[in-house]
């Protein structure tokens, strides 16, 4: 029993450990505030001024969200699947596909993919567009940001897209302070060093 608490200790040190890294280099060189931008800017092939964005009005094409559910029981994909992951494409209001836009219609390019945790389950997902008057969020590059399957996912239903210059946004996340980053890396640190003396304490006695 003891041995697996050391164990845990250490393992728990360690997923503290990479967790503040992860969080830490994503927040790396961003703005404490979200920097306001026009998506509209994004799409003509400007760069973004930050990597903590808010995009004003926008529409949200929640019909063409690539998701990825959790399967139970054996059953089939249904309405009340639960959802692990979503990404749903944003457009501004003057992109061309807005101008004539169904759930039919193609589209053939965009610049901001977003990622949520507001779709708890398949049927929570809109099957139709719908208008956002703004979002913010840190971004990262979809080449950087998005498992192999979601990448082939994307390249699969939009050929000759550009993954380095599609830019993930992950709705409502903000930038981990230095001081938090340094304190969680310490208190890791802790973990993974009392663990291994008490292991070590026991093995002695």
């Given at each position: ?8 200790l250490?393992?728990?040190g ?5 967790y503040?890294f ?12 979200p920097?306001?931008?026009?998506l ?12 903590h ?7 949200a ?5 690539f ?31 807005a101008e ?17 945790n ?10 139709m ?17 998005l498992?192999s ?7 699969s ?14 709705d ?6 230095v ?6 890396m ?14 070590f304490?026991?093995?002695r006695?």
């Open positions: 029993m003891l041995f697996r608490l050391q164990i845990l250490i393992i728990g360690i997923a503290l450990g990479i503040s992860q969080e830490m280099r994503a927040g790396m060189g961003a703005s404490s505030d920097v306001a931008v026009e509209a800017d994004l799409e003509a092939g400007s760069s973004a001024p930050d990597k964005l808010q995009v004003g009005d926008h529409i094409l929640y019909h063409g969200t998701y990825q559910w959790e399967q139970q029981n054996n059953e089939p994909e249904n309405g009340g699947s639960r959802v692990t992951k979503a990404y749903y494409p944003i457009i501004s209001p003057t992109h061309p596909y004539g836009m169904d759930a039919d219609a193609d589209l053939e390019s965009f610049a901001v993919l977003v990622k949520t507001r779709f708890s389950t398949i049927g929570e997902i809109p099957d567009p719908g208008p956002v008057q703004s979002i913010s969020g840190l971004t990262r590059p979809a080449s950087v940001a498992e399957d979601f990448q082939d996912l994307l390249r239903d939009y050929p000759g897209i550009n993954l380095d210059q599609i830019l993930v946004l992950e409502g996340r903000q930038p981990t302070s001081a938090l980053g340094i304190i969680m310490l208190a890791s640190a802790a973990l993974i060093a009392a663990g291994g003396a008490w292991m304490a026991s093995a006695s």
